[in-house]
């Protein structure tokens, strides 16, 4: 099919839902139930500590349930989402994420307990988190789990804290070994968790394939080097084939190996990262694991460690006593501590759970075997477009993305990486990840997952060969692009900057010097 899409966005004409308050408007009533309680205790405020009480009632919109819906459906019907159509957002893994794992999580049992609550009242709760935590060792080939980080970079953070402190406590060397080599296509993270945890950055060059460049980690690895923070298959969607190689040099320095696992879906049920020399290893439950995510929701981080360093794990750790009865255990004088407030998100690991547990050994292998698929299927079709190459190891399979580079279409007809990717929401496709790597001129990072259809993955490619044919005859029509979207251009650099974002309607406050 190559007909042209019709996707067309709706326009509404929002208002922030506190401009809609009319005093006194509820979305609730219960006077019977009121009635009640205020005949058996009196006044309801009296219930609460006088202290406690608040001097004025807080600044939330008094509008109807009604009013609520409508605004938050005309918001959705303006966004973009898995539930609308193709989001190959290269490197955050958008895939569908199952309705049962929205039914597990809101479970009763699950959904109305309180982290506070003893651990004999939380049993099947614990048991989810004690299996889900094997299981996830299994999966990346590690010995032992914690799933309190709330984000990659979080897990990440974790991770190199756990690093440090091995090197405090086994090599005794933490002082002397304050470098962590980092690729130069890394993940913006892995530099950034690594300066958090004191560390100095030494980045490794990429060879010509676009892989880690030998040489160069030998040269850079030695006394110095605490570890070094990887993603297999690398941020060009090619799979490090020296990765045992890789994993000597920096043993033999000392060092220990940090595997990015942001993105398990090209190797889940088929390779593991403790396999191939890893010691260390974050995955994002809500990439790989299907739980949802983007604007901010919330993650999980997951981080895996061989045993050497399990007893810096994050406290407290579950445990499974003789009885068969799970339990916390705080008994670890080695942790790091907590990295989070009690145990995680909970509800993003019983969605992760559900995942596992619905898919099977089988599932999670096939599911690594679409997405890489999905992925050299989108790269054939998109590089044989005029404009449109596949730079780097050019002959080597994509694993679960790949990078298209822009550069030809630019230098032919102006039309920029970013036009084609504004360019591509017209079609109803949200734009893949743009500028990154940073190795390659004019990226395109399309991730289509292995959710997609082949229908649909047709409907992509179909896009940018309708893009490139426009780019070619009518070049300003796509710079100017998008036009069937809610909002059309928005101002990059102001949506960006601490100066004008104003995130919450106390920010918006502030910003115009409205009174609260
Ligand atoms: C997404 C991603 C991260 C960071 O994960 P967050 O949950 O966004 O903090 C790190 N590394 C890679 C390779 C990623 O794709």
């Not at 005029?386 to 190891?393: A, I, K, R």
Request: charged share 20%; glycine share 8%; aromatic share 8%.
């Amino acid at each position: 099919m190559t007909e042209k899409s019709e996707y067309r966005q709706a326009r509404w004409n929002v208002p922030l839902i506190f401009e809609k308050t009319s005093t006194g408007t509820t979305s609730h009533q219960f006077p019977e139930a009121e009635d009640e309680v205020r005949k058996s205790v009196g006044n309801l405020d009296s219930l609460i500590p006088k202290k406690m009480q608040r001097k004025k009632p807080p600044a939330i919109p008094e509008v109807s349930e009604l009013q609520v819906i409508r605004h938050y459906t005309r918001l959705s019907q303006m966004t973009f989402s898995v539930s609308t159509g193709t989001y190959p957002l290269g490197s955050c893994t958008m895939k569908y994420n199952p309705v049962i794992n929205d039914w597990a999580a809101n479970l009763d049992g699950f959904a109305w307990l309180h982290p506070s609550q003893d651990a004999a009242t939380s049993q099947g709760a614990l048991e989810l988190m004690w299996e889900l935590e094997q299981w996830l060792a299994e999966i990346t080939g590690m010995d032992a789990v914690t799933l309190q980080p709330a984000a990659g970079a979080q897990g990440e953070y974790t991770g190199v804290m756990l690093i440090r402190e091995y090197h405090r406590c086994v090599t005794e060397e933490c002082e002397a070994r304050n470098e962590m080599l980092i690729p130069d296509a890394a993940h913006g993270t892995n530099p950034a968790s690594a300066a958090m945890a004191g560390y100095k950055v030494v980045v490794v060059p990429s060879s010509d394939d676009g892989l880690v460049n030998i040489e160069a980690l030998k040269a850079a690895a030695g006394p110095k080097t605490a570890g070094l923070m990887l993603t297999n298959p690398n941020t060009i969607g090619v799979f490090e084939k020296d990765i045992e190689e890789i994993a000597a040099i920096v043993h033999d320095a000392g060092g220990l190996l940090y595997y990015d696992g942001a993105n398990l879906n090209a190797i889940m049920g088929i390779t593991r990262p403790g396999d191939m020399g890893f010691d260390v290893v974050h995955m994002n439950l809500h990439k790989s694991f299907s739980t949802p995510h983007g604007g901010g929701g919330p993650g999980a981080g997951a981080v895996g460690v061989k045993k050497e360093l399990a007893d810096f794990l994050p406290v407290p750790r579950i445990v499974k006593q003789s009885d068969g009865c799970f339990d916390w255990d705080y008994d670890f004088p080695q942790t790091i501590g907590k990295v989070h407030g009690y145990f995680g998100n909970f509800g993003m690991l019983v969605r992760a759970y559900a995942y596992i547990y619905s898919l099977g050994k089988r599932g999670i292998r096939a599911v690594a075997e679409n997405a890489v698929l999905n992925a050299n299927y989108v790269a054939h079709h998109v590089s044989a477009i005029p404009g449109f190459t596949l730079p780097y190891s050019r002959d080597a399979p994509r694993m679960h993305e790949c990078v298209i580079s822009a550069e030809t279409l630019l230098n032919e007809t102006g039309v920029s990486a970013m036009n084609v990717a504004k360019r591509l929401l017209d079609f109803g496709v949200h734009a893949p990840t743009v500028y990154f790597p940073l190795i390659v001129p004019e990226a395109l990072m399309i991730e289509p997952t292995e959710t997609e259809s082949k229908q649909e993955l047709d409907v992509l490619v179909s896009a940018f060969r309708e893009i490139s044919a426009e780019a070619h005859s009518d070049p300003e029509k796509v710079k100017g692009a998008p036009y069937y979207t809610a909002v059309r251009h928005l101002d990059e650099y102001r949506a960006a900057h601490p100066k004008t974002l104003t995130l919450s309607w106390r920010m918006f406050q502030k910003h115009e010097g409205i009174d609260e």
